[in-house]
């Protein structure tokens, strides 16, 4: 095993779009593992794990039928579906051919969908019933028909430049209309090139479960980092947010597979938090693996205090209670979360600290007034440079150099450093509001409500100017169980601080449908700022 994953490091051809067949040239079992999904696979029941043979044959059938329908080499092909079997059967069979799938979350609207599928240029959609009402005109291609065709028949596998482009995905939409975000065969792959084949590997075996997006870069890095490190691997179909499976179904799935670490995003962790932990069987539970936006410590904290992990000590490893937590903060366009920090129930830096940067991350907080960068303790724009960044945004050069500054891409988060190099997530740019000569960071504000609200779940700071001044409006979820008539103003105004307090117009208890999430669950503060501060 561990000779494979050098051959990997060391095969320079190797990236996003050719791990399957990297994997069979460098001695891999196919009888080994492949991917485990949730839903039925070309008449194999749910829960049946595909090995890498078999994964590599279903991707095949795939490939073969599109290929005879006139797929070809640098084909733009829009796939827009539920389940994860058909996010990944595709993505593997369009990468062998060459072409570039456009994955789009499942959960993007109906109404968004038609004008993104224009934007790409798509040569051809595949698209499940569920979603082929919401594009209308266009002749689709339906998932399953894909599988029927002939492995034998398939293409030779495409060999990729690392610079070729090898899958567009689409940022959450929390800011604007879901962008096109390309990713090349190397950037795509750099962070388990990097570090995932290169850290030590358990000597545990090691089970994970996604519940991450499919459609998302990080579905795809999650994939090939379990196939290349040789790990099982079962992925959900549904995500977190509004359209999600339940925090029960989550734990249902846990409780059922087993597997020593759990992947997903914020949004994830927060599903979870609404039950009570200690009462499921957790103990399988290694690790939990965040990404996307950084998670919360109120979150976290319930989460480590199950299952167990292994310790090293100079008399070899120790299992001890409790798991770890591997809190990071990333982007579709990022490629891969850029920091790192991990948690356990001992630890005690919070306060939405992302960790330190990974080493192939250089990071730099800027002044974007000046291009300097800002002294410790000061909060500036994120600039990052790395080989994980996507090249760009499919057709839209305009947004594409926009983000670019002084040799950085510009993330749209605000962070500031302490003096031991650790970075805090304060906010998202767009969000943050001046309030002359201080400003109210709502993620920060968010954090600091939960430390104080034990009895609220999770919450949404709403704030912007109405009628020439800054009002802000904070929603609250509650536990269950707890009181949604109990007044938590001053606690709330306690939280913001004296200038962001000064701000503060309402604390409402709310129900989880009144909070706007995108396709991945994140809030969509500028809608939600435009439905409350016109009240």
């Not at 994997?23 to 039925?40: M, S």
């Not at 300097?372 to 000061?378: D, K, R, T, W, Y």
């Not at 891409?409 to 650790?422: C, F, H, K, P, Q």
């Amino acid at each position: 095993m561990r000779n494979i994953r050098a051959a990997l490091v060391a095969d320079p051809e190797l990236g996003a779009g050719n791990v399957l067949p990297k994997l069979r040239e460098h001695g891999a079992d196919p009888d080994g593992p492949g991917i485990t999904f949730d839903t039925p696979v070309d008449g194999r029941p749910a829960y049946e794990p595909l090995t890498l043979g078999a994964l590599q044959e279903r991707a095949a059938a795939r490939a073969a039928w599109l290929y005879a329908h006139g797929v070809r080499p640098r084909d733009p092909v829009a796939v827009y579906v539920t389940s994860a079997a058909d996010v990944f059967l595709n993505f593997f069979a369009l990468t062998r051919i060459g072409a570039i799938p456009a994955l789009m979350n499942g959960n993007m609207p109906a109404e968004v969908a038609p004008g993104f599928v224009e934007r790409l240029r798509a040569e051809y959609v595949i698209a499940d019933e569920a979603h082929r009402a919401a594009l209308p005109g266009r002749e689709v291609v339906d998932p399953a028909e894909t599988g029927i065709g002939d492995p034998a028949q398939a293409p030779p596998y495409y060999r990729h430049h690392a610079d070729d482009p090898v899958v567009i995905t689409h940022s959450s939409g929390t800011t604007r209309v879901p962008a096109a975000v390309v990713h090349s065969h190397a950037s795509l792959f750099a962070a388990i090139r990097r570090v995932r084949l290169v850290e030590p590997r358990p000597s545990h075996q090691v089970r994970e479960l996604s519940v991450l997006p499919a459609a998302h870069a990080a579905g795809i890095i999650t994939v090939n980092q379990a196939l290349c490190n040789r790990y099982e691997l079962l992925y959900l179909s549904a995500q977190g947010g509004e359209f999600a499976t339940s925090g029960a179904a989550v734990l249902d799935a846990i409780e059922r597979w087993r597997p020593t670490g759990v992947f997903g995003f914020a949004v994830t962790w927060a599903e979870l938090a609404r039950h009570d932990l200690a009462a499921r069987d957790l103990d399988s539970i290694k690790v939990w693996f965040n990404t996307g936006d950084s998670a919360h410590e109120a979150h976290i904290r319930r989460l480590v205090a199950v299952g167990s992990h292994q310790r090293y000590t100079p008399d070899g490893p120790l299992t001890v209670p409790g798991s770890r937590f591997i809190d990071g903060i990333g982007s579709t366009e990022m490629g891969h979360s850029a920091f790192h920090i991990t948690h356990t129930s001992e630890s005690d830096r919070y306060g939405r600290c992302v960790g330190r940067p990974y080493p192939f991350a250089e990071v730099a907080l800027l002044d974007l007034s000046t291009g300097a960068e800002v002294p410790v303790g000061h909060v500036g724009h994120v600039g990052l440079r790395s080989p994980t960044l996507a090249p760009g945004y499919w057709n839209d050069s305009v947004t594409t150099y926009r983000t670019r500054f002084g040799g950085y891409y510009l993330t749209g988060d605000l962070m500031y450093r302490d003096a031991e190099g650790y970075y805090y997530h304060v906010d998202r740019a767009v969000d943050a509001v001046d309030l002359g000569g201080a400003w109210l960071y709502t993620a920060q504000s968010e954090e600091r409500i939960l430390v104080r609200c034990p009895d609220v779940r999770d919450c949404t700071v709403v704030a912007g100017r109405e009628d020439g001044k800054v009002v802000t409006d904070v929603l609250l979820m509650l536990d269950a169980g707890a009181d949604p008539d109990a007044d938590r103003s001053e606690a709330v105004r306690e939280a913001l601080g004296p200038a962001a307090g000064a701000t503060l117009r309402r604390v409402v208890a709310v129900p989880d449908h009144e909070i706007v999430v995108g396709p991945t669950g994140k809030v969509r503060k500028f809608l939600m700022r435009q439905r409350h501060l016109t009240v």
